[in-house]
């Protein structure tokens, strides 16, 4: 049969459904695209607010493929800053550096403090008291027990919700291998090292963020037929012995739902949701699997506050353990195309949370508040700079890797591998904490597969360990 005569169907516009849709377009090959969302880009996209512009999260354009730099060099003809990275932990009132650098660390915590680090630090060397497999023991035996508590523990236990003991040691081999404090000690005193992958220096980024390049693909793709229908949740995946024959989509404002015969699937929704949504339903092992894989949600609060200057970096981690804010974002050191306003700040104050929790249900003038007391709280801003803000919750943008996880991906992977036509790809469709050049990889990939131009191993992006984080 004719491609193009096939009824490929994409769950989600996000990077990785854009890649597939943008692919296969290319190869002559329309298809359908369903998405929740009224714009495409996923985490991806951008949101114009009182002329402000915010991410979901401050999203760099980084990576190690040429290809994926030269599609955004394409699509976006060039129209891309250069951006210096500056991105601080501030504790106690205090700048750091991150990733850590020995003399300025250690002049922020003085003498006596610095010395307990430098001793913990030399005694885990010589004891190695931590269990590598897990976050709080690789850390540990990378920086020394009082670091840890110091820099480490709380802002992953604000991210995960998870105690350090029962995290898997992958996400600190993602995030921050190549770093330890010898590195930094050395750095400060000697040569440079070469630098592991979250001290990348520079970084590409959009004029009018990253929402502008998912924008321009959707117009490349949509002229060559493909289409996006968007305000669609997928709510269901029939299938038939080896294969899916139809996908089921609920219209969000008014409830319809409809179903769309399916010669292909490609689905970038959250991996747990998708077993689920299969009909007849897998069996019990494989859906156990999918509930015991968890993700963390993401709430941004954003705000314009009357403040022409804040702080310079694009971001800062916020350590202190008296306030739940995880991170701040200030959009106009990312770009000036940011804010309507060169004098006034557009802030993004990041929380992490589990859907349904008290944070997630509290109402929106409420969290406003909360955040803005906080912002007061550690320093940054007083409340009387609000000039306005708004609310983004975010579920299941974070996969927990927690110390099973990646037996119950394998359970689940094998059962979908039993089907001709259906495939999942992307950050939430592989559990994968990815960054969007990835989540883009496994969108290419997945097209080419099916265009016969493999085989291309999705679940084989981004397993070298090494890491941007985001
Ligand atoms: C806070 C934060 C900061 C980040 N920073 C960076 C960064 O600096 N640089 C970087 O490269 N990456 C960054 N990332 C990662 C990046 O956002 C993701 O890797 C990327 O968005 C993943 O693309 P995706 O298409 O796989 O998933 P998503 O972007 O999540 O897209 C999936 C799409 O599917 C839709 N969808 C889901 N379920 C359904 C359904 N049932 N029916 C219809 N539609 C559905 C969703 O609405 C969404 O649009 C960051 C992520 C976060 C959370």
């Known amino acids: 049969m004719n491609e193009s005569l096939k009824s490929i169907l994409i769950v989600g516009a996000g990077p990785a459904g854009m890649a597939c849709a943008h692919t296969l377009a290319k190869a002559g090959c329309t298809a359908t695209v369903f998405e929740k969302e009224q714009v495409p880009g996923g985490l991806c996209r951008t949101l114009n607010f009182d002329g402000y512009l915010f991410d979901i999260g401050g999203h760099r354009f980084l990576t190690k493929s040429d290809e994926i730099n030269q599609l955004w060099q394409d699509v976006l003809e060039g129209d891309l800053l250069r951006v210096k990275r500056l991105s601080r932990i501030y504790f ?27 001793a913990s630090y030399f005694w885990c060397k010589w004891k190695r008291p931590g269990d590598d497999q897990t976050f709080e023991g690789w850390i540990t035996n990378h920086f020394g027990k009082r670091l840890y508590d110091i820099f480490f523990k709380t802002y992953t236990e604000k991210v995960w919700a998870v105690a350090c003991r029962d995290l898997s040691a992958d996400w600190a081999t993602q995030r921050i291998r190549g770093l330890s404090l010898k590195v930094a000690i050395k750095n400060a005193f000697g040569k440079k090292q070469n630098a592991p992958k979250t001290l990348a220096e520079e970084f590409y ?10 924008q321009r693909l959707e117009k490349l793709i949509t002229n060559h037929g493909t289409e996006f229908s968007y305000g669609q949740t997928v709510v269901g995946i029939r299938c038939e012995g080896k294969r899916a024959v139809s996908l089921i989509t609920e219209e969000r404002k008014e409830g319809k739902r409809k179903e769309h015969k399916a010669d292909h699937i490609f689905s970038t929704m959250p991996l747990p949701l998708l077993v689920r949504l299969l009909s007849p339903r897998p069996p019990a092992a494989v859906l156990e699997a999918a509930d015991r894989l968890q993700f963390r949600s993401f709430i941004v609060i954003n705000v314009i506050l009357n403040r022409e200057f804040i702080f ?29 306003d060169a004098k006034k700040t557009s802030l993004g104050l990041e929380y992490f949370c589990t859907q349904g929790d008290e944070f997630w249900n509290m109402n929106n003038p409420d969290m406003i508040n909360f955040a803005m007391e906080e912002l007061e709280k550690i320093g940054i801003a007083k409340r009387r ?37 259906l495939q999942t790809l992307g950050r939430e469709g592989l559990f994968r904490y990815d960054n969007s050049d990835h ?15 493999g085989p291309f191993d999705v679940w084989n992006v981004n397993t070298e360990k090494q890491y941007l984080e985001g």
């Open 92 to 118: 106690r009132r205090r700048f750091f550096n991150y990733p850590l650098s020995f003399a300025n660390t250690f002049a922020n915590l003085g003498l006596v403090e610095s010395f307990k680090c430098i």
């Open 205 to 214: 980024y959009p004029r009018t963020g990253p929402g502008e390049f998912y």
């Open 312 to 340: 310079p970096d694009q971001w800062l981690y916020i350590q202190d353990e008296d306030v739940k804010m995880g991170r701040i974002q200030n959009y106009k050191n990312w770009s000036p195309g940011m804010v309507a």
């Open 385 to 421: 700079d609000l000039i306005n803000g708004f609310v983004l919750r975010c579920a299941n943008v974070y996969p927990v890797y927690s110390l099973q996880y990646e037996k119950h991906i394998t359970v689940i992977r094998r059962y979908l591998e039993n089907f001709e036509n």
């Open 439 to 453: 989540a883009l990889l496994t969108g290419i990939y997945a097209a080419r597969n099916f265009l016969g131009e």
